[in-house]
């Protein structure tokens, strides 16, 4: 096909006109297939980027699960401790009430050995 030129020739001034053409064309041609490059980059990013957040939605469900096992222990722990305050509380009357008891029997003893020998004083 013979296209005329801007100074109206015909013929070899098409050359010119054709291989500016291709060249555009191929200018082109490289554009989009770097443009496809990148919609394909950008694709795997994506990708990625999911995973990435998906990895993190898990482990932040993983945390949220042990926070609150955490948690359950550290009520457990509280009401053992509350619970071995309770029993130190009651081992410690019972103590107390034992050496009360210790007292009173060590007392009723000497009472009791000092009633034999003031009765026995007389008779001798």
Do not use: F, W
């Not at 291709?22 to 980059?41: F, G, M, P, T, Y």
């Not at 053992?80 to 019972?94: G, P």
């Amino acid at each position: 096909a013979v296209v005329s030129t801007q100074s109206g020739h015909y013929g070899r001034g098409n050359y010119s006109l054709e291989t500016e053409v291709e060249n555009v064309k191929k200018s082109l041609d490289a554009c989009r297939k770097e443009r496809d490059d990148i919609d394909s980059q950008l694709s795997e990013l994506k990708t990625a980027h999911q995973e990435q957040i998906t990895a993190c939605e898990m482990k932040e469900r993983e945390l949220v699960r042990y926070t609150a096992m955490l948690k359950e222990k550290d009520n457990s722990l509280d009401k053992r401790s509350k619970d071995s305050i309770e029993l130190n509380s009651k081992v410690e009357d019972l103590l107390n009430s034992l050496n009360h008891s210790r007292k009173l029997y060590e007392a009723l003893e000497k009472e009791k050995s000092t009633d034999c020998d003031s009765a026995l004083i007389p008779l001798l």
